[in-house]
């Protein structure tokens, strides 16, 4: 490992980022997440037991990692503390669980204005997670969010009074439910005192840590076309879950930065609205539905699949600094008796491989496929490259060769121990 080593998505998230935080936590002495909230959801397969993670760092199950929640994340307490439980009650410990004093908190007034919003969208909808992400990040740049040093502060019953007065002339506008203030308060004073101890200064801790030549692993959640600037305005999130978030997310340097990983499936999905060039809305896409599980891991929502884009690769390499790829569902497209790869796009009878998250450009543009032999058979016995079947070989090979990023790790399975490391 370098110093800080990354992990980040490359597409509309749920590429299967836990599965390869799992894996390089092993590695690391310190996990942190870096931005979003409990829209995420990062699935973990180990010894037969399936973790989901929305906010608990997914480097948590290796023991000896210290897992943070870095100050770009926005924690919905109640959420937290339920999977701190959960943890326990897989016999697993949250004793390794830090938290940044500087990570703002979901309140209920944010879950509300986000289901309001959604409604008041009409059929713009943007399919959020209704997880309150959206108000919260407004909160925030506004300077009227609550953050966690609040939370377990005698201020923060003045804090919240004067928030919840404000959000509930917002809501009697919109004729909308008010928030109950005892009742909010009461709640929250209580997930204060749960989580207090583990409430600290992270940033200072990850800068000592550098200092003594520990190992740090940054955790990215949702996924680079998601980006509030370099995604599918105005269909993504309100974070950075692009590189530049790692560091305003945790107090990481650029500098400290060694290998940043891009996470991506051997096809692609998408949850939510928005322009995806390469879905397959028919027979295809329902079989790699199926074959793949892909329902959400938060909403339980189906996922729209389709082909791989490395047209969209390319960008979300460039824009990130990819070093290396992750290539996971690798088992899962072998299924399949032909794949094909999106090479360029068709836009207004031009080809071109270059990629923009205009809505109308995207919305615009057909792909140009390469067809390739699928039918991989059982590769789950697979563990290095030379033991994959040659038809894989060449699939991931031209990823490789599109991209110019070396592929580093190959999903062959969900369990933790389905995986190639090349
Ligand atoms: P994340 O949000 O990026 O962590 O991804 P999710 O956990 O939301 O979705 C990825 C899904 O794919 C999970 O159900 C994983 O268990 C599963 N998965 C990850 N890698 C592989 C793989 O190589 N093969 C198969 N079959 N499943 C995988
Ligand atoms: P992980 O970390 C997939 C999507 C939502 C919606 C849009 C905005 O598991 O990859 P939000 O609630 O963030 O305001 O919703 O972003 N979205 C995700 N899609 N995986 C995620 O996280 C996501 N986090 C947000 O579906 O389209
Ligand atoms: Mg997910």
């Known amino acids: ?14 590429e299967g980022k836990g599965k390869i935080i ?19 959801g990062h699935t973990i397969k180990v010894d037969g037991i399936k973790y989901a993670f929305h906010l608990i760092p997914s480097g948590i199950l290796n023991e000896g990692t210290l897992a943070i929640i870095g100050n770009g994340v926005v924690i919905d307490p109640k959420v937290l503390i339920q999977e701190m439980n959960d943890l326990k009650a897989n016999g697993k410990s949250y004793d390794n669980l830090r938290i940044s004093e500087k990570a703002h908190i979901i309140l209920p007034y944010h879950v509300e204005m986000d289901k309001l919003l959604e409604e008041n969208r009409g059929s713009n909808k943007i399919g959020t997670t209704a997880r309150g992400i959206g108000p ?28 919840i007065n404000n959000k509930n002339k917002i809501f009697e506008l919109y004729g909308h439910e008010t928030i109950n203030l005892e009742k909010t308060l009461k709640e929250y ?5 749960f989580l207090r101890p583990y409430i600290t200064d992270t940033i200072t801790l990850l800068h000592n840590a550098l200092d003594n030549n520990k190992k740090i692993l940054c955790e990215g959640a949702q996924a680079s ?7 599918s ?64 891991t938060t909403t339980k929502r189906p996922r729209r699949c389709g082909w791989l884009d490395l047209v969209a690769l390319k960008y979300t390499a460039r824009l990130n600094g990819l070093t290396g790829l992750a290539i996971n569902h690798v088992d899962t497209i072998g299924k399949l008796d032909k794949i094909k790869l999106c090479v360029a796009y068709n836009h207004n009878g031009e080809t071109t491989t270059n990629f923009t998250t205009n809505t109308e450009f995207l919305n615009n543009s057909t792909a140009v496929y390469e067809e390739f032999e699928g039918n ?32 580093k790790f190959i999903g062959t399975g969900a369990g933790r121990e389905d995986m190639i490391i090349v």
Not at 25 to 39: M, Y
Not at 136 to 161: M, P, Q, V
Not at 225 to 231: P, R
């Open 376 to 407: 991989f058979g059982d590769i789950s016995n697979c563990k290095t490259f030379e033991d994959l079947p040659e038809k894989a070989k060449i699939y991931l090979k031209r990823i490789e060769e599109f991209t110019g990023v070396p592929v």
């Open 225 to 231: 076309l998601l980006d509030i600037d370099f995604g």
């Open 233 to 296: 305005y105005p269909f993504v999130t309100s974070s950075n879950p692009t590189i530049g978030g790692v560091c305003t997310g945790t107090g990481v340097g650029a500098r400290d930065i060694g290998e940043v990983y891009g996470v991506l499936k051997a096809y692609s999905s998408r949850v939510g609205a928005g322009p995806y060039v390469t879905e397959q809305d028919n027979e295809i896409g329902d079989t790699i539905r199926e074959l793949g599980h892909e329902y959400g």
């Open 136 to 163: 919260a990040y407004c909160d925030k740049f506004e300077r009227c969010g609550i953050r966690a040093e609040d939370l377990i502060s005698d201020n923060f019953e003045k804090l919240l009074t004067i928030n």
């Open 1 to 14: 490992m370098s110093k800080v080593d990354v992990v980040l998505g490359t597409f509309y998230g749920d």
């Open 189 to 193: 004073k209580e997930y204060a005192e």
């Open 22 to 40: 799992d894996y390089l936590a092993t590695k690391a002495d310190i996990a942190v997440r870096c931005s979003g909230g409990n829209n995420a």
